[in-house]
């Protein structure tokens, strides 16, 4: 059975620092990762996909990064805003299982 | 494409009522999933669908617990005799099978009272 960590589950910084959240999962047999970011009371909106044969994928400020031989993620966010204020979640989808599991996400607060 | 819609956004019931909710997916999308939120916990699977087949149900739900999307269109997931537990974020989302990546809703969020 997958699981999946992240680490912290908690995050303060101020405005401007680049930053890193971290995900970590048991079976690495998987089909691709999914970082997703929700604001309070709100659903899921997906930030970056990456597929099993790729290292990482970026768009904008954030860089995923996937190294499935140690089952782990980054989500890199560079130059954080206030904006950037929500929780954080990786999802990762396997194969056999035909689903994702998710992490319990982490919390970032960018303080202005 | 508008997306991913569930119906309603928020449901107020009070406890031994049924409810029922719709997803409407993504149209060329053939994978729906049915997830549960709760406060500061990440999705739990509950059901998934491809086009009108329920592949996997979850042991999380109950025989309360009982979903369908006739015709692999929209999908809809009843809850009867509600409880208290049952309060949560109810959470949709599609996918094309062999490219990945979940679409989610917005969610309905269910309070029992």
């Known amino acids: 059975k997958q699981e999946v960590t992240q680490i912290p589950a908690a995050l303060s910084v101020p405005e401007g620092e680049n930053l890193v959240l971290n995900c970590s999962f048991t079976?690495?047999?998987?089909?691709?990762l999914q970082w997703f970011r929700q604001d309070p009371g709100k659903g899921l909106t997906s930030l970056l996909l990456?597929?099993?044969?790729?290292r990482e994928q970026t768009s904008g400020r954030l860089n995923a990064s996937l190294d499935k031989s140690s089952g782990r993620s980054t989500l890199y966010i560079a130059a954080s805003q206030p904006g950037d204020s929500a929780t954080y979640l990786c999802?990762?989808?396997?194969?056999?299982?035909?689903?994702?599991?998710f992490g319990d996400g982490t919390t970032l607060t960018v303080k202005p | 494409d508008t997306g991913v819609s569930q119906n309603p956004r928020h449901k107020i019931t009070k406890r031994g009522q049924n409810v029922t909710f719709r997803c409407d997916p993504i149209?060329?999308?053939?994978?729906l999933y049915w997830y549960r939120q709760t406060l500061g916990q990440g999705p739990e699977f509950l059901t998934y669908?491809?086009?009108?087949?329920?592949?996997?149900k979850s042991r999380l739900l109950s025989d309360r617990f009982s979903a369908e999307r006739p015709k692999g269109s929209f999908s809809t997931l009843e809850i009867q005799r509600t409880e208290q537990g049952d309060s949560a974020m109810y959470l949709c989302?599609?996918?094309?099978?062999?490219?990945?990546?979940?679409?989610f809703g917005s969610g309905t969020r269910l309070t029992v009272v």
């Open positions: 079976d690495s047999a998987i089909y691709n």
């Open positions: 990456i597929q099993s044969s790729q």
């Open positions: 999802a990762v989808f396997n194969t056999n299982a035909g689903k994702s599991t």
């Open positions: 149209s060329e999308h053939n994978r």
């Open positions: 989302a599609s996918s094309l099978v062999g490219e990945g990546g979940y679409t």
């Open positions: 669908f491809q086009n009108e087949a329920q592949l996997e």
